[in-house]
């Protein structure tokens, strides 16, 4: 078993993609074990994604991600960070497959709907930014 964090960004929340997102993910066998809907704070979105600070879109992506609320969810499953990131489809939505999340909903390779960890470390670190262990059912 294994668990990931994923992320409706602002886009997908106010777009109302978050049923149709839910819906893929249950379908595909993963476990929501925890969920809520937050509005980030500048700093709370440098945190999240200080690993890109050096990167030249990093103050757009952090102001986009404050540009109004998103679903944070921990997902469990088998292998379930491989699978999001299958049905999430790639970073620019005009390389990811068709059928996956961002070649239908995205519109922009920054406004990409989701976000989802890509790898163990990341979703331990990921996860423990949004929840405390009393907010994830077993
Ligand atoms: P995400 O998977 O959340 O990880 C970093 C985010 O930065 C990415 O999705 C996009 O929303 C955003 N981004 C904007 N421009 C780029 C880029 N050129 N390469 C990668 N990510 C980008």
Not at 31 to 47: F, R
């Amino acid at each position: 078993m294994e668990r990931t964090l994923s992320l409706i960004k602002p886009d997908g929340v106010q777009k109302k993609l978050t049923g149709e997102i839910i819906k893929r993910f249950e379908n595909e066998g993963i476990t929501i074990v925890a969920m809520k809907k937050v509005h980030l704070t500048q700093k709370q979105a440098e945190g999240f994604y200080a690993v890109h600070r050096e990167r030249p879109f990093f103050n757009s992506l952090t102001k986009f991600m404050t540009s109004g609320p998103i679903i944070a969810m921990v997902l469990e499953g088998e292998n379930v960070i491989a699978k999001n990131r299958k049905l999430m489809g790639a970073t620019n939505y005009k390389e990811a497959e068709e059928g996956t999340i961002r070649r239908e909903f995205a519109t922009d390779i920054e406004k990409n709907v989701v976000h989802g960890s890509d790898a163990p470390e990341t979703a331990a670190f990921e996860i423990a930014y949004f929840f405390n262990n009393l907010e994830i059912t077993g």
